[in-house]
């Protein structure tokens, strides 16, 4: 069972409820360009691991095929809909996983729990992502690793048309932010030394760029 936290983010208002999306977002066909991505996010996990907003499940196939041993896999996930399909897809796929309700911004683990933290395509959509990054930080060892795959926000014309089109899109899409300066904010944290960040032309406008990367929980704060 998942550990009460004794320094947890703040709580935020408002029910995650999106059964259209979520039945919508099954139907949508994953790119055989994601799957070096997804692996690049499941390569060697050992320890605990935890994998924040799940979705349907679609990283699980991908953590059985590297799995270690020892690896004890935590997930969370908010929307209903989408976490009853992850259970699912946990069963289908032979991961056993404690996927608990809760939302980025407030991780109900303790301090230091996990060796590796996932997201995958995750920041487009939490209402605040400094207080979930910073509750990332807080839940992962000194020395852990924060793996990511997210859309961001490009520039020049596609840019504008990113923006024009992010309300729109913010409605029909579970709340997904097309213009998100995600990596700008992940290389600005001093939590976290940046081992690797790169950008990845891929993708169908407006839903592009994609940049994966690793920060590693810094074991003391910067000077």
């Known amino acids: 069972m998942a550990e009460e936290s004794e320094t947890t983010g703040r ?12 039945a919508l977002y099954d139907l949508i066909p994953q790119s055989l360009f994601l799957r070096t991505h997804r692996e690049y996010l499941a390569r060697d996990l050992s320890g605990r691991v935890l994998e924040i907003g799940v979705g349907n499940g679609a990283m699980f196939p991908y953590v059985v095929e590297g799995a270690s041993d020892d690896l004890e896999y935590h997930a969370i996930e908010p929307d209903p809909n989408m976490r009853s399909r992850a259970n699912r897809r946990a069963r289908e ?7 608990q309700d809760a939302r980025a911004e407030s991780l109900p683990y303790r301090d230091d729990t996990f060796d590796v933290v996932l997201s995958g ?3 487009c959509t939490v209402q605040d992502p400094d207080a979930a990054l910073a509750e990332v930080a807080r839940v992962l060892k ?3 690793e924060f793996r990511f795959l997210e859309h961001v926000g490009t520039d020049g014309w596609r840019r504008s048309g990113q923006d024009l089109l992010n309300p729109v899109w913010e409605q029909a899409a579970g709340g997904c932010q097309l213009n ?6 992940f290389a600005d944290r001093d939590e976290f030394a940046v081992a690797e960040i790169r950008r990845l032309e891929f993708g169908i406008f407006p839903v592009t760029p ?6 590693c929980r ?5 000077v």
Not at 218 to 222: A, D, H, L, M
């Open 218 to 222: 810094r074991r003391e704060p910067p």
């Open 93 to 99: 796929s032979g991961l056993s996983v404690d996927l």
């Open 142 to 144: 000194p020395g852990g």
């Open 11 to 22: 709580d935020h208002d408002g029910e995650i409820d999106h059964p259209v999306f979520a």
């Open 121 to 123: 395509m995750v920041f």
């Open 210 to 215: 994609f940049v994966r990367g690793t920060l």
């Open 180 to 185: 998100r300066d995600t990596v700008d904010r």
